[in-house]
């Protein structure tokens, strides 16, 4: 459901800007496997993509990229 693949991203969300000692990739994949085992289907493919998305902003430097103009420095 959406609310509960909200509450799933939130929380991972959460996760990646304030456990930086949790690498950002693993922290994705128990996120994606957490959501594969209640839904299925699409649901951990785009669970997948949008922490992807977020864990490459927020935690740029640790995926080898520049941190986007305006993002805080972890």
Do not use: H, M, Q, W
């Given at each position: 459901?959406?609310?509960?693949?909200?509450?799933?991203?939130?929380?991972?969300?959460?996760?990646?800007?304030?456990?930086?000692?949790v690498p950002a990739?693993?922290?994705?994949?128990?996120?994606?496997?957490?959501?594969?085992?209640?839904?299925?289907?699409?649901?951990?493919?785009?669970?997948?993509?949008?922490?992807?998305?977020?864990?490459?902003?927020?935690?740029?430097?640790?995926?080898?990229l520049p941190v986007?103009?305006?993002?805080?420095?972890?």
């Open positions: 459901s959406v609310a509960s693949s909200g509450a799933i991203l939130g929380g991972a969300g959460c996760g990646l800007v304030s456990r930086l000692a990739r693993g922290g994705i994949d128990g996120y994606v496997a957490v959501s594969g085992a209640c839904f299925g289907g699409d649901e951990p493919g785009f669970v997948n993509a949008a922490l992807d998305t977020i864990a490459k902003r927020k935690r740029a430097v640790e995926f080898g986007p103009e305006g993002e805080l420095d972890f």
